[in-house]
């Protein structure tokens, strides 16, 4: 049907036009797309088996849709996603604010202009990407705001009495004829609000003050919420909940892999950046694994849930750390792990922590978790430091702990060149030889890598000592560092990671 062409109701019915609710319409178009292979939501990684299947199941049943999971999970995204869903254009009586069908107009304006105009009614017609409308719940959130009231400055205006529906002020809902309605966080609803809603999922029809309004709308409804608000903020009435007819419950990735596929997706990595430094897998698994370990954290809130965002926003800090000091030496620069402590501000205002979390404090809490994700990843490229002294095996490490041990101590600075970072972790007898041992492919830069990683997890598993100075990291011996007072500048509660 060409949309160009046809602007009138007499040339919308010779072209042979159909009404269709929304939720056939939504129907019908992904019974297409299954049939054609075609993924709609694609991009939504770790669904694949679950949450999507789920959706789908729920289109086809032209169900209104409760997407139930902790933050961050992609929710309102599935939500937007839908839209591909729905027809490209769909006609409209021109000038309605309610989206009117031209065959089945339900405003007063829309009949009104049909019963005046006949087959001469004007059509426009609606994009897809107008037919969505999001609304974030909020206590302050009026039925007004989303089913209407009655205007006195339109009552004025059009000299008309309160009697008459023409008074009536729409909200969002039934601005929302025929689209797509999101509300997102819905247990922040005021119950009297909730309550509202009733009629219009059962019967589709609203109610406004004392007007006889029956109105059929056609409106998908997709509601988010968070179980943690069910018992922290408030909750979904009952009865709402029976009238929302699929509740699908979203879930956090449940692999390092999945994981990675969405903080590369999602992060914005600038085009500068990624000319200016490198970075290598494990560093990205590194960050995936910092989320896994806080959703197993005792200090972090299991209710509350980490979201996504965070490994997003670490990965764009991690990158921003190399840059800088790329930057500070006009050099391209390969990531490094001490550039994980530069995450620590992404970590902090994302995890919600319970009482013991509240007492160690949000900085202490991040960098163990930046500590435990080091130590997870760290047996998988070296030798388990704890089946070593289990087994009483050569120790592959020894040659490294004897050096600390003689009093010598390791400076990296944050801004260090890549000339002294790499004179630094050279200075080490056996770190290289370790290195060479168990990577021998490795390549310069990430030999390096691999150098600092290894003295990083042998902090990790007590081996050394990792303190944290106001410009970067100190490595020393773990005994002596126990005699040793902290030096004047530092912080004597946070700089010692061990």
Known sequence: MNHNEIKTLGALTK???????????LRDNLIQNLKDKVNVFEGIWGYEETVIPDLERAILSMHDINFLGLRGQAKTKMARMMVKLLDEYIPYIS?????DDPLLPISRFGRDTVAEKGDDTPISWLHRDERYTEKLATPDVSIADLIGDVDPIKAA??????SDERV????????SHRCIFVINEL???QPRIQVALFNILQEGDIQIRGFKLRMPLEIQFVFTANPEDYTNRGSIVTPLKDRIDSQIITHYPKSIEIGRKITEQEAHIKPEQEATVTVNE???????????????SEYVDAKSGVSARLTISAYENLMSAAERRALINNEKTYIRVSDFYGVIPSITGKVELVYEGEQEGPGIVAHNLVGKAIRTKFVEFFPDPDKIRKQKAPNPYKTITDWFGEE??????????????????????GLKELIKSSHSKADNNLRLFLMEFALHGLSEY???????LAKGLQFKDLLSSMFTMPEPDDDADESDFR
């Open 187 to 189: 247990p922040d609803l």
């Open 168 to 175: 009536i002020h729409f909200g969002l809902i039934p601005r």
């Open 157 to 162: 205006t059009m000299k008309l009495p309160y």
């Open 462 to 468: 007590s081996m050394l000592s990792k303190h944290q």
């Open 282 to 296: 494990i560093a990205k698994d590194l960050i995936e694994q910092i989320a896994f370990e806080a959703r197993n």
């Open 15 to 25: 072209a042979g036009y159909k009404p269709r609710s929304v939720k056939q319409e």
């Open 95 to 99: 000038g309605s604010e309610m989206n």
């Open 408 to 429: 010598n101590v390791l400076d990296i600075l944050n801004d260090f060149s890549s000339k002294d970072y790499e004179k630094a972790l050279n200075e080490i007898p």
